[in-house]
């Protein structure tokens, strides 16, 4: 299978002050790796991230296409008094355009658009060609105070978008807790919720379809990138031709492996995500 991941490689900063490799593409694109798929990652880097992401990509076995320029979208993480995480974006790389897309001699099975600071205009999402199209809306969802820190935004200009793919993903995160987005935009295609260890909700034609079950994970370790690993799981389902509620539960299942480890260390292949989908059905 061949799919195309879309959108900025991030770089990551906890509050201890080291770097990694982050961003809704990558984790995507990594969890379809490690399904079994032949991946392209299609970004833009600073030239100074460009060794380690490119050293994480083929270990990964993901080729990367990136365009280089100087600047690398980077986040701070910490922590709010609640707990929650909170995010600052402190420098943001040149959007994406279609000339970012390397020729391929065929369209891809699945495309997986992960952008995470409205990177992925319409013109890109047009132009990336593949049977099944899946979006992770996170990067369209944000706005930004003048000091970089993320709030959650109403999604602006989403007609093309809604009506170019097969299916979008978002958190309850993403949405502030507003479910009455996501009702809305699954009027043009099907639309899913996911809520952490409560699972994830299927939106179509304006209102709730039905719930998609969470898979018990090993162990809680850390919840980034759970949401791009459901986005990539359901691309690959659908493209094998899984039926719409039974590829929710094999992303699901996918999702689960993301959370047992930090970044993509813990992300599962194909034979561990069936063997858990089988023992959850049974």
């Not at 694109?29 to 299609?42: E, P």
């Not at 083929?58 to 709010?80: Q, S």
């Not at 899946?134 to 009506?163: C, E, N, S």
């Not at 930090?262 to 049974?282: I, N």
Request: glycine share 12%; with cysteine; proline share 6%.
């Amino acid at each position: 299978m061949r799919v195309l991941a879309i959108g900025h490689i991030a770089r990551d900063e906890p509050p201890d002050g080291a770097w990694r490799p982050g961003g809704s593409a990558l984790y995507a694109a990594a969890t379809a790796a490690r399904l079994g798929a032949a991946v392209t990652l299609v970004t833009r880097l600073g030239r100074g991230a460009e060794p380690a992401c490119a050293a994480l990509c083929a270990g990964l076995g993901i080729t990367l296409a990136a365009r280089l320029g100087e600047t690398t979208t980077t986040f701070a993480f910490g922590r709010e008094a609640t707990g929650r995480r909170s995010l600052r974006l402190l420098a943001r790389a040149d959007a994406l355009t279609p000339d970012d897309i390397p020729p391929l001699r065929k369209p891809a099975d699945a495309v997986i658009f992960g952008p995470i600071a409205n990177e992925v205009g319409p013109a890109v999402i047009a132009a990336a060609a593949g049977r099944v199209r899946v979006l992770g809306a996170q990067g369209y969802l944000r706005r930004f105070d003048p000091d970089g820190t993320v709030r959650p935004a109403r999604w602006r200009d989403r007609a093309a978008i809604l009506a170019a793919v097969d299916a979008v993903v978002v958190s309850e995160e993403d949405v502030g807790g507003d479910h009455s987005g996501p009702r809305e935009w699954s009027a043009t295609v099907p639309v899913v919720l996911t809520l952490g260890a409560r699972g994830a909700l299927l939106y179509n034609g304006g209102g709730i379809v039905s719930t998609v079950p969470a898979y018990p994970a090993g162990a809680l370790v850390e919840e980034t990138g759970a949401g791009d690993a459901f986005a990539a799981g359901l691309a690959i389902g659908l493209a094998e031709g899984r039926p719409l509620a039974a590829a929710l539960r094999f992303a699901s299942a996918a999702a689960s492996f993301a959370v047992e480890g930090p970044g993509t260390t813990a992300l599962g292949d194909r034979a561990m995500v069936e063997a858990r989908l089988a023992r959850s059905e049974t």
